[in-house]
């Protein structure tokens, strides 16, 4: 009996605490949620940009980490620790886009996706994000869309 209500308990735990699990995106329905939130044409990028993007950044998974030494990249945009996100440890953090690393590590994207578009906006495109510029600028990227 006390099981059986342990069980129900962690159930409802895991439906009363959403956005704590990271998540993988498949290909198209990472597509689908950048066409949704405007990226494409965004500060002069495509969809296949910003998924070339992902995919090299992150592989499309949301709890994406990566330690740079002194900073960390965090989620599925890689975001960095010292410029644009707090994670409480990165010293002379800016935290420009008023985040906690760790909400940008969550399956809701909606706040990575502010941030993204942010970093973008200020650079005039990709050029921050060295999975980009060492895997997808000035290349054919068609094959990150297509079929989606």
């Not at 209500?5 to 605490?17: H, T």
């Not at 990472?30 to 992902?54: P, Q, Y």
């Not at 960095?80 to 008023?98: A, E, M």
Request: some cysteine; hydrophobic content about 30%.
């Amino acid at each position: 009996k006390s099981m059986l209500f342990l069980g129900f308990l962690l159930v409802f735990l895991g439906l009363a605490l959403p956005g704590t699990q990271g998540k993988v995106f498949s290909r198209c329905e990472m597509v689908k949620i950048l066409r949704r939130n405007g990226f494409e044409g965004f500060a002069g990028t495509t969809v296949a940009d910003w998924m070339c993007l992902v995919k090299h950044e992150s592989d499309y998974n949301t709890k994406a980490y990566n330690n740079n030494g002194p900073s960390r990249d965090y989620g599925i945009f890689q975001i960095n620790s010292k410029y644009w996100c707090n994670d409480g440890r990165t010293p002379g953090s800016v935290n420009g886009c008023r985040v906690s690393c760790s909400k940008l590590q969550d399956d809701n994207l909606e706040d990575d996706i502010r941030c993204a578009k942010k970093i973008a906006q200020q650079a005039r495109g990709l050029s921050p994000w060295y999975g980009w510029k060492n895997h997808c600028r000035g290349r054919n990227l068609s094959s990150y869309v297509k079929g989606c």
